[in-house]
């Protein structure tokens, strides 16, 4: 969503443009990347608010996709100091925030911060090039549209589970083309952090310390749409709402140790499937 998104809907893009992902999270970088490339777009990635400042002063660069909670300097910290460069044309660089908030009233930060739009995490394919299209100038438009079938492919995982498994990748094999190796990536890196996570939020939950919970629980939620492990999708956001808000907090230790077992249980499901 943007600011300026009414007029430009159904647009296309006439060249091949340059992104710029700040966003810290390996299984959300690969995902973006991925669909970036299906795009024809070329893409850099950097970890964190500061190495995105230094690609941006290396290089030049279209759009910024900026994750809002990032180390070190978050998303809103990192726009505002691009708003103050002296190179006019970074400075003006279109910015589009990546957000796993949904809760009403946040885009007004992002705006403030001199963002152009915003996009929630999970995203389908068309809504990410419908929201590089929305911040683009005109010059860099066309009257046609990206082909349905591409803008239909979805991003993030389907609302049901298929058969006894705790998670499903059938929209994962859709963004994947012919690719093969993008699935297993994927699930790699899955395996590799998120039941490590899912393990410190019961510690965390242990010792009291809500900040970390909010945080863990945040960090798991998109990976968790992604392989759509539908039974755990509303604990891991009421986790991160009430640990946020401080609300509620004897409901959190039950829900965290469930979206533990939960996640052990789907990795081990991933192992045996994938031979991982």
Not at 150 to 169: C, I, M, R, W
Not at 245 to 265: D, F
Request: charged fraction near 30%.
């Amino acid at each position: 969503m943007s600011q300026n998104s009414q007029n430009k809907q159904g647009r296309g893009i006439n060249r091949k443009i340059k992104i710029l992902l700040a966003e810290d999270n390996d299984i959300n970088q690969l995902l973006a990347n991925k669909i970036i490339q299906h795009f024809g777009f070329e893409a850099k990635t950097a970890d964190n608010g500061n190495d995105a400042l230094q690609l941006l002063m290396e290089d030049d660069f279209d759009v910024i996709l900026m994750d809002i909670q990032m180390p070190e300097k978050n998303g809103i910290e990192t726009s505002a100091e691009i708003r103050t460069l002296t190179d006019e044309k970074k400075r003006n660089i279109p910015i589009i925030a990546l957000t796993a908030n949904a809760l009403k009233g946040e885009e007004k930060k992002y705006f403030a911060a001199g963002m152009n739009g915003y996009l929630t995490k999970p995203f389908k394919e068309k809504e990410l090039y419908e929201a590089i299209v929305n911040v683009l100038p005109e010059e860099y438009l066309t009257p046609a549209a990206p082909e349905e079938e591409d803008q239909e492919k979805v991003a993030v995982a389907s609302d049901e589970t298929k058969g006894p498994k705790l998670y499903n990748l059938d929209d994962l094999r859709m963004i994947q083309k012919d690719d093969d190796s993008f699935v297993l990536n994927i699930l790699g890196l899955f395996i590799q952090n998120v039941p490590k996570n899912a393990s410190e939020l019961v510690i965390a939950c242990d010792n009291g310390d809500w900040e970390k919970v909010y945080f863990l629980a945040h960090k798991m939620k998109s990976s968790i749409d992604l392989v759509n492990i539908v039974s755990i999708k509303d604990d891991v956001r009421r986790v991160e709402l009430n640990a946020k808000t401080k609300a509620n907090l004897e409901e959190i230790p039950e829900k965290a140790a469930n979206i533990n077992a939960i996640v052990q249980r789907a990795t081990d499901q991933m192992k045996e499937e994938f031979g991982l």
